[in-house]
């Protein structure tokens, strides 16, 4: 018989609907996994689990009284501790917020709450969202579950461990270079990043850069579609109104995606070594495009090097930015120090300037791009990376460098604004997950997930699971 941590998200949702299991199990089940579990992960830094309960029993409530309910009622998920969750303590991956606890509810809880979930705690993150590995001063790395010894990536790394672990079955994540892409890789899962406006990120939105977006980290495309049907909900005074979609995104999976004209990436506007593996992984996942009837031609990077200068200027401002008492300064990580230190050296009109000229780079690359529905590339360069690889040395210059040699790939689509999805297809000869990315147009969610589910069907890679899940 099948354990409850087996079931997707729209499985469990389903399952509850029919009466077949309860919201009170799932969440006793997910609270269970957690509690035995996620010492070797390091992928909740708060568990709520009276909360959780309780949510549990009122969504009890609801199945017994009938009527129409919530499409994801009494599904366990989890909350990037970067979002805030009112009563509930959000540290931002920060020893400097140690002690903070928000009176609000961000628009994206407060959907996923509408849409029925079950919230089972905060998910891991590094300090203020910043590098692309989950590792802090308040607690445990954040670990992939197929190497222990490896990272789950980052900045969504908890959220990666949590999902990848079959601790819960679907996970919120944020992605400002990567965030939700990188552990989606790391932790051998499906990551979407919708497009830029897409899901709204009040009603405290302090990303003045508008690179980061909201969104989840599943074990199947359909689950990440379900989510994106949940929080896809345009809210007054969003920055960006993207037209509504005829139908779901969860419709969209069902749908055959056509004969597609993809570029095929293998190249970055910044210096890196893909790994043979990677390498071969790509190649594979092109050749599978190809063998589905997809016409396939090589594509150049949407921006070029001399972008990667104004990104860092523009990511280092953003670091600089963030609401660190003046007092708690000297309990920031070195990299978080170093890159707000960088970014406190930008002047204004240099800041104003890098963000211009990136925007100008990202409106070329569009319009170079437009003839192809979708762009194929790995997500990242290297398979997952061990724990404390990229701080070894204790250089937070180094430390960087290091980041930007381990994920070439994926934040030129947040200068884009376009949506990707990285899929699991394929694992290295050692067992390590080797994600695949694929980009759409802007505002093209439905078109990636019609390709990313029939991957799925041609590939599938759900029964592929780390020892973890059997204990």
């Known amino acids: 018989m099948a354990a409850l941590h087996d079931l997707s998200a729209l499985e469990a949702a389903a399952a509850v609907r029919a009466r077949e299991v309860s919201p009170t199990e799932l969440v006793e089940h997910g609270l269970d996994r957690i509690g035995r579990l996620d ?10 689990a009276e909360r959780a309960r309780a949510e549990a029993a009122a969504a009890e409530d609801l199945v017994l009284a009938g009527g129409e309910l919530p499409p994801l009622l ?8 970067l979002n ?15 002690d903070f606890t928000p009176d609000y509810d961000d628009t994206i809880v407060r959907l996923l709450r509408a ?22 001063d308040i607690g445990p790395p954040a670990r992939t579950p197929w190497d222990t010894t490896r990272l789950a990536g980052g900045s969504s790394g908890g959220a990666g461990a949590a999902v990848a672990g079959g601790l819960v ?13 990188i552990p989606a890789s790391a932790c051998g899962l499906v990551g979407l990043k919708p497009t830029r406006g897409r899901v709204p990120r009040g009603p405290l939105d302090l990303d003045a850069v508008r690179l980061s977006v ?11 579609a379900a989510f994106l049907d949940a929080v896809a909900v345009p809210q007054p005074g969003d920055p960006e109104l993207l037209p509504a979609p005829a139908g779901t995104f969860l419709d969209a999976c069902e749908r055959d995606p056509g004969r597609l004209r993809i570029g095929a990436l293998i190249d970055s506007p910044m210096e890196m070594t893909v790994e043979p593996a990677v390498r071969a992984a790509w190649e594979q996942a092109c050749a599978l495009l190809a063998g589905l009837g997809h016409d396939l031609e090589d594509t150049a990077p949407p921006i070029p090097p001399d972008a990667v200068p104004l990104f860092e200027t523009v990511w280092s401002v953003s670091a600089a930015s963030a609401p660190i008492p003046a007092d708690r300064e000297h309990l920031l990580r070195p990299l978080t120090t170093y890159l707000r230190g960088r970014g406190a050296a930008a002047s204004g009109p240099q800041f104003a300037q890098a963000l211009g000229m990136l925007g100008q780079h990202a409106r070329r690359g569009l319009a170079a791009s437009a003839h192809l529905d979708v762009v194929v590339a ?22 960087f460098e290091r980041q930007k040699r381990y994920t070439p790939f994926t934040a030129m689509y947040n200068t884009t604004g376009q949506p990707a999805i990285s899929l699991p297809l394929y694992q290295s000869p050692d067992g390590l997950p080797i994600g695949i990315m694929l980009v ?12 990313a589910a029939q991957l799925e069907d041609a590939l599938p890679w759900r029964a592929r699971r780390p020892s973890i899940w059997s204990d």
């Open 39 to 48: 010492d070797r992960l390091g992928a909740f830094v708060t568990v709520t």
């Open 74 to 81: 009494g599904v366990p998920t989890a909350i990037k501790d």
């Open 84 to 98: 805030m969750v009112a009563g509930v303590p959000s540290r931002l991956g920060s020893a400097a917020f140690e």
């Open 115 to 136: 849409a029925g979930t079950i919230s089972l705690g905060k998910t891991a993150t590094p300090e203020i969202g910043l590098p692309c590995y989950t590792e802090t």
């Open 169 to 181: 079955p679907i996970a919120q994540g944020s992605d400002g270079g990567g965030s939700i892409r």
């Open 214 to 224: 909201l969104g989840p980290l599943a074990r199947t495309v359909r689950d990440a």
């Open 378 to 399: 790995p997500t990242l360069a290297m398979t997952p990376r061990p724990v404390g690889w990229f701080t070894e040395g204790g250089d937070p210059a180094e430390d």
């Open 440 to 451: 759409g147009a802007l505002g093209a969610e439905q078109l990636l997930l019609a390709l």
